[in-house]
Nanobody
Framework: QVQLAESGGGVVQAGGSLRLSCAASESISRFNVLGWYRQAPGKERELVATITSGGSPFYADSVKGRFTISRDYAKNTVYLQMNSLKPEDTAVFYC????????????WGPGTVVTVSS
């Protein structure tokens, strides 16, 4: 079973930037979609951004224009560049890899904490 591990979280002031990384234990080309989700305290997990194997990105309205998702096949890593961070971006960020087919398979990382101070 492929494993995902996030890194890059931390504490940043509002208006600052962070880059999250998600390293896979195997080739990320095995996933149809790679994505980032987040869960704020007391809230449900929500989608932040995804990128398909074809390279098409999708962003939640709340992060559009501020966050950028990308991937590096040579490093088997997915990134989330977060700029102009707001206190409401504070959450645990999770990396997700999805394989479609007869049975959909989702792989999740353990998460990394992002705290944005005002």
């Amino acid at each position: 079973q492929v494993q995902l591990a996030e890194s890059g979280g931390g504490v940043v002031q509002a208006g600052g930037s962070l880059r999250l990384s998600c390293a896979a234990s195997e080739s990320i080309s095995r996933f149809n979609v790679l994505g980032w989700y987040r869960q704020a305290p007391g809230k449900e997990r929500e989608l932040v951004a995804t990128i398909t194997s074809g390279g098409s990105p999708f962003y939640a309205d709340s992060v559009k224009g501020r966050f950028t998702i990308s991937r590096d096949y040579a490093k088997n890593t997915v990134y989330l560049q977060m700029n102009s961070l707001k206190p409401e971006d504070t959450a645990v960020f999770y990396c997700n890899g999805r394989r479609d087919g007869f049975k959909r398979v989702d792989v999740w990382g353990p998460g990394t904490v992002v705290t944005v101070s005002s």
